[in-house]
């Protein structure tokens, strides 16, 4: 989608700054290559652009270009029509060094490129390429019909425009075989200069070498070793939100490729890394904490170009109502398999008197719906730690942490390992019946507290299940899953502070589910819960009709 490229950009450059500045040596500098971007007018005014291009000019990435193919014509009518801004005075002002060249001038195109890449002003580069669009196709040139009915009907009076063979289907003249063909030798030596000086640094640089090795190769410990690392919780009642950045310290001091970011909220989201080098600034290169400032949608597209660049393991943090600034961006992460963690807090209306817009309700059942997204909602601090080894592990998509603002009790009957292995599964048997099985009470985060108490109250014959990733409980064998949720089953009732649907497919057309229907309320918490109806009684209620 437009705009996403030019935060990916900046997230690819960012990265390429960061691995400078770890793995260079003043003999070896393997990193240093230029990340060019392509964009056009429809990218130019996404805001996703505007916002990742302002954090490009704050950092001052030197090695970040921008062609901006600039025709003034967009999907539906001239740019003039929506647009009256000077671009080049706006780039200027956000800290990037503007050419302004004719577009279809390949010499001096030419020429403002090799000026980009040689700059050494320390600021990153945009050059504005005027064009036409459609130019040599005169039935669209210049006009918005380019953008989509520019096709094949017209490929025979293009190519007689532009003098190009009008019987040959994909024409390569001698002069550009010929120039390639050089350009291959060219690249062919420097990759073997290249080559050289990288097997020179490996020699000189063991611990380095395997370092970068591991993390192109995404190479980590077994979850049982990153769980080790990660200390058992004491039993004092804790937010997940602060648990979870315990549980990403310890693993960040033993992975020294794990990357953290906020937009505007360590504060409140808790994952700064601490002992990590600081904050990444143009000073500072070697900073493991991201300062996004408050660009959600920058951020989420900035995180993926990181992951697209491959080395290091990023994420990025904000309130779980604000996931909707970023949707674009997470929806991509799923789409393109990046392994990337999005550590989203404040996840229902026990955020409290921030009130409905801070108040997530529809927002974890909606993400549940993308593809290949994992959505993880740890009830306490073992089950917290649990989910971000999932989400450091895992190497073939994104994992969303929902995570509680208030703070949550220590579920200490229930062990530790079947509460760090249990997430990792998905889903487990948190309390056993001790009787026949008469009911099944399913429950995700904050809400795990309220079935075990439930179940407190109904006997013998009511077992508990936590259940907090759906995606990788669906992930499990039959086997696993017809333990956990026996199809003999069929009473079974579900509790979570959010809307309802997405736990149909776990209780049946014969279950029932305690969610919230509506938007929250201004007022503490447990008041608001109480207020939309996701209480204990509620659950007890449910049961008690389903078994009689």
């Known amino acids: 989608p437009l705009g996403q490229g030019v935060g990916n950009a900046v997230g690819m450059a960012m990265s390429a700054k960061m691995a400078e ?6 003999k070896h500098p393997i990193f240093d290559y230029k990340v060019v971007c392509l964009m056009g007018d429809g990218c130019m005014q996404e805001g996703v652009s505007q916002e990742a291009s302002a954090l490009a000019g704050h950092l001052g990435l030197d090695n970040l270009i921008l062609i901006f193919d600039s025709n003034d014509v967009t999907l539906d009518a001239p740019g003039e029509a929506s647009q009256s801004d000077d671009t080049a005075a706006r780039y200027r002002s956000i800290g990037f060094d503007v050419l302004t060249v004719d577009g279809h001038n390949l010499e001096a195109l030419a020429v403002a490129y090799d000026s980009a890449r040689n700059a050494r002003s320390g600021r990153p580069q945009l050059i504005i390429a005027r064009t036409e669009i459609g130019r040599g196709i005169p039935e ?22 532009l003098g190009i063979p009008v019987g040959e289907t994909f024409h390569v003249s001698d002069d550009v075989r010929a120039y390639f063909g050089r350009r291959v030798e060219e690249h062919a030596r420097r990759q073997a200069e290249w080559d050289g000086l990288f097997e020179a640094w490996k020699v000189t640089n063991p611990d380095k070498s395997k370092l970068l090795e591991d993390g192109y190769a995404r190479k980590i410990p077994d979850a049982d070793t990153l769980l080790s690392w990660i200390p058992e919780a004491d ?27 906020s937009a505007d909220l360590h504060g409140s989201t808790k994952n700064y890394l601490e002992n990590a080098d600081g904050d990444f600034t143009r000073e500072n290169r070697l900073g493991r904490n991201i300062r996004f400032g408050i660009r959600e949608h920058a951020m989420g597209a900035i995180v993926n170009g990181i992951a697209y660049e491959g080395l290091f393991m990023a994420s990025g943090a904000t309130f779980f109502t604000f996931s909707d600034y970023m949707r674009p961006s997470v929806r991509l992460s799923a789409l393109a398999s990046l392994p990337v963690m999005w550590y989203w807090t404040h996840d229902s209306v026990g955020v409290g008197v921030d009130g409905p817009t801070h108040q997530p309700v529809e927002t974890i059942s909606g993400l549940r719906c993308v593809p290949n997204l994992d959505m993880i909602r740890p009830a306490d601090a073992e089950e ?38 249990g997430t990792l599964k998905g889903g487990y048997i948190a309390r056993m019946e001790s009787g026949d099985l008469q009911a099944i009470l399913l429950a995700s985060g904050s809400e795990l507290q309220m079935a075990l108490k439930a179940a407190d109250s109904l006997g013998n014959g009511i077992r508990v299940v936590s259940m907090p990733c759906f995606e990788r409980f669906d992930r499990q064998p039959a086997d696993y899953r017809e333990t956990v949720l026996p199809t003999a089953c069929r009473n079974r009732v579900a509790v979570e502070a959010g809307v309802p649907h997405t ?37 007890i209620g449910a049961v008690k009709k389903l078994i009689g």
């Open 235 to 261: 039993e004092k009642p804790t937010a997940t939100r602060v648990s979870g950045g315990k549980a990403l310290n310890a693993l960040a001091a033993k992975l020294p490729l794990i990357i953290s970011g």
């Open 21 to 26: 500045a770890r793995f260079n040596t003043e």
């Open 140 to 161: 669209v040139a210049g006009t918005s019909k380019a953008h989509g009915e520019g096709g094949a009907k017209f490929a025979d009076s293009a190519k007689a425009a």
């Open 384 to 421: 917290s730690a649990g989910a971000i080894v999932a989400a450091i592990e895992r190497t073939d998509g994104p994992t969303g942490l929902s995570l509680t603002r208030q703070n949550v009790p220590a579920l200490s009957e229930i062990p530790v390992e079947s509460r760090r292995h």
């Open 503 to 539: 736990w149909y497919q776990y209780v049946g057309l014969d279950g029932e589910v305690i969610g919230i229907n509506d938007f929250g309320l201004s007022a503490p918490g447990d008041q608001v819960m109480e207020a939309l109806g996701c209480t204990v009684d509620a659950v």
